[in-house]
């Protein structure tokens, strides 16, 4: 089953709450918030206050991922702030804080997540994959919305998607970055199943249509 999961990074902080009803009754499966340090990447986004509010607002499935250095500082904030996955750079950390961040999610009964940044092979995920609950390929740089969808991502996504496979995981595949309703056959094709979206959610009057057009179903 293919996921859409809407990201915030592209709505009207005016009007968030009517945002993400729209996307909740819309047919949004997860609802994707990026949290950005203005360090790991250089814009600056939201933090732990509007996840505690859109946690209140919504029972939406909470996908946060964090933009941050040093994630295995915060990642337990964030299970408690009302993320049900918390997923972060392998790029922020060191290997052993990584494995530290895992498993104080877990220990919180959330889900947790990996990602990879465009320069980073699909091979560097291999080793966590049995520990994690999500992977995530970025198909364009972090830290920016309203990008261009890198295609020359899809070999990591097919690698991403063999490997989980022949590992027999219950892990999920997720892209985020440039996906609309042209792009995202392209990535499920090559084994994506939760698709972030952005402008092509928001910045549409019609979010249902918007969503069913990205999942390829007639609304």
């Known amino acids: 089953m293919i996921k859409i999961a809407p990201s915030i990074l592209s709505a009207d902080f005016f009007s968030l709450g009517k945002d993400i009803d729209e996307v909740c009754s819309g ?36 996908d946060v991922h964090l933009m941050i250095t040093k994630p295995h500082r915060y990642v337990e904030r964030f299970c408690d702030a009302g993320a049900d996955l918390v997923s972060f750079h392998v790029e922020a950390d060191e290997p052993q804080d990584i494995f530290t961040a895992i498993e104080a999610v877990k220990a919180k009964g959330k889900k947790v ?10 091979e560097v995920l291999f080793p ?20 261009k969808f890198m295609a020359d991502m899809l070999p990591k996504i097919r690698a991403l998607r063999n490997e989980i496979e022949q590992l027999q995981l219950d892990c999920e595949l997720e892209v985020d970055g440039g996906i609309d309703r042209n792009t995202s056959p392209l990535v499920t094709e090559a084994g994506a199943n939760v698709l972030v979206a952005g402008s092509a959610v928001f910045k549409e009057a ?7 057009a990205i999942r390829n179903i007639e609304s």
């Open 27 to 62: 047919g949004g499966d997860y609802l994707h918030i990026d949290v950005m340090d203005g360090v790991f990447v250089p814009n600056i986004s939201f933090g732990l206050p509007v996840l505690s509010s859109i946690r209140k607002q919504t029972e939406m499935f909470l």
């Open 113 to 122: 997540g990996l990602v990879i940044k465009p320069k980073t092979p699909a």
């Open 128 to 147: 966590y994959l049995p520990l994690i609950d999500l992977a995530l390929v970025m198909t364009v740089e972090p830290g920016f919305g309203g990008q």
């Open 206 to 212: 019609d979010r249902a249509a918007a969503i069913a």
